[in-house]
């Protein structure tokens, strides 16, 4: 059985680490899935990280998904969350339809924010962990790797490495742990642990 960065998290962390996650559900899905957990008790010390939309339920349009991500805030009573961006590569996600891998000049993406991922930076600041990003540039490293030809290639044109993939969207355990890391840091800049 493969560890999830949720497990690698409570590692770096200390804390308990409830991963609620179901493998296919839509952004509205877990939404209203959250909803009815929220509604059982206090929980305005959680710290939340969300991640959401890359199996649709937002009808790609970026405003019903940060919609979606902002009800569950507000229902959750806290105000420690982290908004975990999408890990698959440019064009390549079910959940956006309206994603190339290609900015307006027809050039690749690369380091630039997508912008499914602009538009939840612009939503959520501080609290938004650019997952793709995180990946291109620590990914390899965190986990010990040395980058090929290859990686070099697909990090240029912004997808991430494939030593960190289990499939076009899902990591691996290297690719696991560096997510987990990169949370770690986020966690750390927004002071929710030390």
């Not at 290639?153 to 499939?167: E, M």
Request: glycine content about 12%; overall charge negative.
């Amino acid at each position: 059985m493969q560890i999830s960065h949720p497990d690698i998290l409570s590692g770096f962390t200390h804390y308990a680490t409830n991963n609620y996650g179901i493998g296919g559900e839509t952004s509205d899905q877990i939404m209203n899935r959250a909803n009815g957990y929220y509604q059982n008790g206090n929980h305005n010390k959680d710290i939340l990280l969300l991640e959401i939309g890359s199996n649709g339920g937002w009808n790609n349009d970026y405003n019903t998904l940060i919609e979606q991500y902002k009800t569950i805030i507000r229902n959750s009573g806290s105000c420690y969350y982290i908004i975990i961006g999408d890990t698959d590569d440019p064009g390549t996600s079910i959940g956006d339809l309206n994603q190339t891998e290609y900015n307006e000049d027809g050039s690749y993406v690369g380091f630039r924010e997508t912008a499914w991922e602009a538009a939840l930076s612009a939503a959520f600041g501080d609290h938004f962990f650019n997952t793709r990003l995180y990946m291109l540039q620590n990914g390899l490293s965190d986990a010990g790797l040395t980058a090929t030809d290859q990686d070099n290639a697909l990090i240029a044109q912004g997808k991430i490495s494939k030593q960190l993939r289990y499939d076009w969207t899902h990591f691996n355990s290297y690719g696991y742990y560096s997510k987990a890391l990169g949370i770690f840091k986020k966690g750390m800049q927004l002071g929710y642990w030390g």
